[in-house]
């Protein structure tokens, strides 16, 4: 697969995430898929993403995360965001809705294989989120 197809694959992973249509994300995830949220802490299969961000976002309704910028080398991706949101739902890293609004940035790094993501990588600063939130970090 090429670097450019890889991105488009990427654009429309998030854009899916984005629309918060969590069951299409199969069609977009290799079988062995594992989703790092935070250095080397694995979830096994689709099903552990869609819960872990399922979660994430349901403190957030409503969130955006407008890609900055993308970059990709041979089955890597690396994506750059801005997520946007404002703490209404559930709690969120043991903090309870604030109706406070969230900005920060996050670097996700993406594994391709046979034209479907086989792994994804997160980093994001979560004292910082929470601080913005007014919880203790």
Do not use: W
């Not at 969590?22 to 989703?35: G, I, Q, R």
């Amino acid at each position: 697969m090429s670097a450019e197809t890889n991105k488009e694959l990427v654009r429309r992973f998030f854009e899916t995430i984005e629309e918060e249509n969590y069951e299409a994300l199969t069609e977009f995830c290799h079988p062995d898929f594992v989703f790092y949220p935070q250095l080397d802490t694995p979830f096994p299969g689709v099903k552990g993403l869609i819960e872990s961000e399922k979660k994430n976002f349901d403190a957030f309704p409503g969130f955006k995360m407008p890609i900055k910028s993308i970059l990709a080398e041979e089955d890597q991706v690396a994506v750059y965001f801005i997520f946007e949101g404002k703490h209404t739902g559930i709690p969120f890293a043991g903090v309870s809705a604030t109706g406070k609004n969230a900005k920060f940035s996050l670097m996700i790094l993406l594994r391709i294989k046979d034209g479907k993501i086989i792994e994804q990588r997160s980093h994001v600063d979560m004292r910082d989120i929470i601080h913005q939130l007014g919880g203790n970090a």
